[in-house]
C-alpha cells in the first residue's frame, strides 16, 4: 500500500470588506508575527503534515503572499479568485497529495491537538472526508482526500467553488463517507467565537496570543476557553457575532448535546 501524503492547502488573499488583509494581521505587534506567520509555524510543527502550499488568488494585491511563501520555504500557486475550490486542488496537485488538510487563513488557532487522531481514523475507515465540528468557529479543521475535492468541483456549481468549499459534499452527503471526530465534552464551545472577521475579532485573538505565546505555534484550545471563562468581558466584545450552528452534525445526522 502506497503511504498517503497530507498536504495543507492554505487559501490566501488580502480582500476583505470588514477587515482588509486578515491574514496579513498581527497577533503579535511587537514581534511582528501575523496570523499567517503564526498558522505556517502551526502546519509545520504538525508531524502529519507532509507539505504545505499557498494558494493564491489573483491580483496584484495577492502578491505579497509570495513573500511569505519564500520567507517560510514553502510551496504557492496562484489561481482564480473566485474558484477557491480549485485552488485547493491545485495546492493538493503541487504538492503531490493524497489528502488535503483544510483551514481557512483568518483562524489562528486550530484544534491542533486533534490532528493526529482525525489523520489515523481518515486513513484507517476510508474516509473520504474527516472533520471535526462542535467546537468554538474558528477552530474546526478539514481532511479530504483529492479525489472527494475534485469530484466536488466537477458535480459543484459556482457557489460550491467559492469559499464555501465544502458545500457540495454537505448538500451531497450521499455521495462521500464523511465521519466527525468527536472533541472531548470540554472542548464543545459552540458559545465562543475564535476567527477574525471584523476588528474586534482581531482585538481578542491578539489578547490570546500574548497570553499564550509561549505555548505557539499550537496553543491548547482549552487553556484558551479556560481563560475566557476567567475572563468574560473579553469575549464579550465579540459575543454579537457568535454563530452556536454546528457546519457538519446535520450531514452526518448527529445529535449535539449542549455543553452548557
Given at each position: 500500500?502506497?503511504?498517503?501524503?497530507l498536504?495543507?492547502?492554505?487559501?490566501?488573499?488580502?480582500g476583505?470588506?470588514?477587515?482588509?488583509?486578515?491574514?496579513?494581521?498581527?497577533?503579535?505587534?511587537?514581534?511582528?508575527?501575523?496570523?499567517?506567520?503564526?498558522?505556517?509555524?502551526g502546519?509545520?510543527?504538525c508531524?502529519?503534515?507532509?507539505?504545505?502550499?499557498?494558494?493564491?488568488?489573483?491580483?496584484?494585491?495577492?502578491e505579497?503572499f509570495?513573500?511569505?511563501?519564500?520567507?517560510?520555504?514553502?510551496?504557492?500557486?496562484?489561481?482564480?479568485?473566485?474558484?477557491?475550490?480549485?485552488r485547493?486542488?491545485?495546492c493538493?496537485?503541487?504538492?503531490?497529495?493524497?489528502?488535503v488538510?483544510?483551514?481557512?487563513?483568518?483562524?489562528?488557532f486550530?484544534?491542533?491537538?486533534?490532528?493526529?487522531?482525525?489523520?489515523?481514523?481518515?486513513?484507517?475507515?476510508?474516509?473520504?472526508?474527516?472533520?471535526?465540528?462542535?467546537?468554538?468557529?474558528?477552530?474546526?479543521?478539514?481532511?479530504y482526500?483529492?479525489?472527494?475535492l475534485?469530484?466536488?468541483?466537477?458535480?459543484?456549481?459556482?457557489?460550491?467553488r467559492?469559499?464555501?468549499?465544502?458545500?457540495?459534499?454537505?448538500?451531497?452527503p450521499?455521495?462521500?463517507?464523511?465521519?466527525?471526530?468527536?472533541?472531548?465534552?470540554?472542548?464543545r464551545?459552540?458559545?465562543?467565537?475564535?476567527?477574525?472577521?471584523?476588528?474586534?475579532?482581531?482585538?481578542?485573538?491578539?489578547?490570546?496570543?500574548?497570553?499564550?505565546?509561549m505555548?505557539?505555534?499550537?496553543?491548547?484550545?482549552?487553556?484558551?476557553?479556560?481563560?475566557l471563562?476567567?475572563?468574560?468581558?473579553?469575549?464579550?466584545?465579540v459575543?454579537?457575532?457568535?454563530?452556536?450552528?454546528?457546519?457538519?452534525?446535520s450531514?452526518?445526522?448527529?445529535?449535539y448535546e449542549?455543553?452548557?
Open positions: 500500500m502506497n503511504k498517503r501524503r498536504v495543507a492547502a492554505l487559501a490566501c488573499r488580502a476583505g470588506a470588514r477587515l482588509y488583509g486578515k491574514p496579513l494581521q498581527n497577533l503579535d505587534i511587537s514581534g511582528n508575527i501575523t496570523i499567517l506567520d503564526h498558522l505556517i509555524a502546519m509545520k510543527a508531524q502529519e503534515i507532509d507539505e504545505i502550499v499557498l494558494g493564491i488568488s489573483e491580483g496584484h494585491e495577492n505579497i509570495v513573500d511569505y511563501a519564500k520567507k517560510h520555504q514553502i510551496s504557492y500557486i496562484f489561481g482564480s479568485q473566485k474558484d477557491v475550490l480549485w485547493l486542488i491545485q493538493g496537485r503541487m504538492g503531490k497529495a493524497t489528502d488538510f483544510r483551514i481557512t487563513s483568518e483562524c489562528p486550530v484544534a491542533w491537538e486533534l490532528v493526529s487522531k482525525a489523520w489515523l481514523e481518515h486513513q484507517e475507515n476510508k474516509n473520504d472526508i474527516t472533520v471535526t465540528d462542535f467546537m468554538s468557529e474558528g477552530v474546526n479543521f478539514e481532511l482526500t483529492l479525489d472527494a475534485e469530484k466536488s468541483h466537477a458535480k459543484g456549481g459556482d457557489y460550491e467559492s469559499e464555501f468549499c465544502s458545500a457540495y459534499a454537505r448538500r451531497h450521499d455521495e462521500f463517507k464523511i465521519q466527525i471526530i468527536e472533541p472531548p465534552q470540554r472542548l464551545r459552540l458559545d465562543l467565537r475564535l476567527t477574525v472577521d471584523y476588528p474586534e475579532d482581531l482585538i481578542l485573538c491578539r489578547k490570546i496570543y500574548n497570553t499564550f505565546k505555548h505557539a505555534p499550537h496553543i491548547p484550545i482549552e487553556k484558551i476557553i479556560q481563560y471563562d476567567s475572563n468574560p468581558e473579553i469575549h464579550q466584545i459575543s454579537s457575532f457568535v454563530d452556536q450552528t454546528p457546519i457538519w452534525a450531514v452526518v445526522n448527529m445529535e449542549d455543553s452548557n
